[in-house]
């Protein structure tokens, strides 16, 4: 089978989230599964830059006389060859993929990314005359949500398949736009892409696609509620026949314990977790500036990464430390980007309390991975969360998460009871109300299985040696593209 996985991010070329992640390690998978893979990604600067083998496969005539040349690129950790959508107008430019310098979308992300798609598209249905037509094409989120409308307009269409991996974001326009991206004009209407007078491009995906799916099952059910749903509610209830949630896989060799390039020290269940993570919490601690004395102490460490946004649940926690510093022995390390109040209060919280709470207001792969290692207990309250990678890795890890019991945590994390951990089922902490009050108190019942070192160890041991791989995720995924 031939499939055109399309995404608007892919590590480690160009990442600013989870998609990112996956738009790495599904496709591999896949390939692993013996799927003709191509992802096809928009040739930012920086994508250019990290890339030394390319060709220029053609150009492609797009609507509106545009033209934009298609690159191929091989990357030593994909393991099929990538295609870039190389238009430098839109691609070009300083700054993250979806935002400028002030933090504000780009103005013209409308076209830029029906660009995307309508390239993704006419790749699709072999454009370039290489040979390669798709059996179905895998679009991903609002960026690539016009790629399945520009195939239903082909006679015979690859199979579409469109993954919500996050519904709060849907990049709306409004119909000068429209008129200017040369639309077919019944494609402004309630039952296509229109929305509350706008037209969304995340809806064009809910509409146009053969098969929906968000990234984990509990997701699926929540977006269709009101408080989830983000408008979206009574569209995605309406194509609930649809609708699938398939749990994210993690890409095991990127995050394993075991061969992370990232440690310093490695580990697994079977061997070494106490040494391995004490050694990494040492180089975690001494690269967040932390004094030798502060090193050596014999206390628990809690962590978290991640975008320092509402969704998080962020607040939650700076919220909750200075009640659980006060209360408990436990010393923090926070490592994001994200919203200014959220990082000033972050910035404050570690000048107050130099040495308890550290933090790294910026995006650092290295501190990311040994965080995970080097941490006992990784907080993640987030108000929703579609699937959520770090709690994965936190399992991994040997990190215990306290999570809200929301989306993907609620499908991956079970709660710490005498009961479950007796049967050897629980690897973390589970809270329910959106509240600091709430996470504060889960916390410390995480606090108080820690000072329990055969009761912690079997949890940690619990969460290790469970299986995050893709290997259901990615079968689940063959069958919505319809392989036989
Ligand atoms: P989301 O996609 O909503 O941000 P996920 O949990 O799915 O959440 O994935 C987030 C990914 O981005 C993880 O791989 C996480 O480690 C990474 N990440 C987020 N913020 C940072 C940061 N400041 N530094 C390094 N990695 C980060
Ligand atoms: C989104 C979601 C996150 C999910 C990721 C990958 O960014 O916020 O929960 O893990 O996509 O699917």
């Known amino acids: 089978m031939k499939l055109l996985f399309a995404a608007s991010e892919m590590f480690p070329l160009i990442k600013t989230g989870g998609l990112a992640d996956v738009a790495h390690s599904l496709p591999n998978a896949l390939a692993e599964l013996g799927v003709d893979v191509r992802v096809v990604i928009p040739a930012y600067r920086t994508v250019l830059d990290r890339l030394t083998q390319m060709r220029v496969l053609g150009w492609l005539k797009l609507s509106a006389g545009t033209e934009v040349r298609i690159l191929e690129a091989m990357h030593p950790e ?36 029906a660009l995307l798609s309508e390239a993704a598209a006419s790749l699709a249905m072999d454009g370039l005359s290489l040979g390669w037509q798709a059996d179905a094409v895998h679009a991903n989120d609002w960026q690539t949500g016009l790629l399945p409308a520009y195939l239903s307009v082909e006679t015979q269409p690859p199979r579409t398949v469109f993954t919500v991996h996050n519904i709060a974001y849907d990049c709306q326009f409004d119909f000068g736009t429209f008129q200017s991206l040369h639309l077919p004009a019944h494609w402004w209407s309630m039952e ?13 995906g809910l509409m146009f696609s053969d098969v929906l799916t968000t990234v984990s099952p509990r997701y699926a059910d929540e977006i269709r509620t009101p408080e989830y ?13 649809k609708l699938v949630g398939i749990l994210n896989g993690i890409d095991d060799i990127t995050w394993n314990p075991r061969t992370d390039k990232h440690l310093v020290a490695h580990y697994q269940a079977g061997g070494k977790v106490r040494a391995g993570k004490r050694a990494n919490r040492q180089a975690l601690l001494t690269a967040m500036g932390a004094s030798e004395e502060v090193i050596q102490q014999p206390v628990p460490l809690i962590g978290s990464v991640g975008r320092l ?35 000033h209060q972050l910035e404050a919280l570690s000048k107050t309390h130099p040495d308890r709470v550290f933090s790294h207001l910026g995006y650092s792969e290295t501190l990311a991975h040994q965080l995970e290692a080097g941490c006992d207990i990784f907080a993640m309250p987030s108000r929703y969360e579609p699937c959520g990678l770090n709690q994965m890795y936190s399992l991994c890890y040997g990190t215990p998460p306290v999570v809200r019991e929301t989306g993907g945590l609620a499908d991956t994390v079970v709660d710490a009871t005498p009961r479950s951990i007796a049967r050897g089922e629980a690897n973390g902490f589970v809270f329910t109300e959106p509240t600091t009050h709430a996470l504060q108190a889960a916390i410390e019942r995480a606090l108080e299985l820690f000072e329990q070192p055969k009761q912690w160890m079997k949890l940690i041991k619990t969460g290790m040696r469970a299986e995050y791989g893709w290997k259901q995720s990615a079968q689940a995924y063959l069958d919505v593209y319809g392989a036989d």
């Open 78 to 113: 994909m393991k099929m060859p990538l295609w870039l959508v190389d238009a430098p107008t839109a691609f070009d430019r300083v700054g993250d993929p979806y935002t400028g310098a002030n933090q504000q979308d780009w103005p013209d992300n409308p076209t830029r990314f």
């Open 192 to 204: 296509l892409g229109e929305f509350y007078g706008r037209f969304s491009m995340l809806k064009a």
């Open 229 to 241: 749903g983000y408008g979206y509610a009574p569209i995605l209830s309406a194509v609930s026949d």
């Open 309 to 343: 946004v509402y969704q998080k649940g962020i607040d939650l926690l700076l919220d909750a430390i200075p009640p659980l510093l006060e209360r408990t022995n436990a010393k923090f390390v926070l490592i994001g980007t994200g919203e200014a109040k959220l990082m």
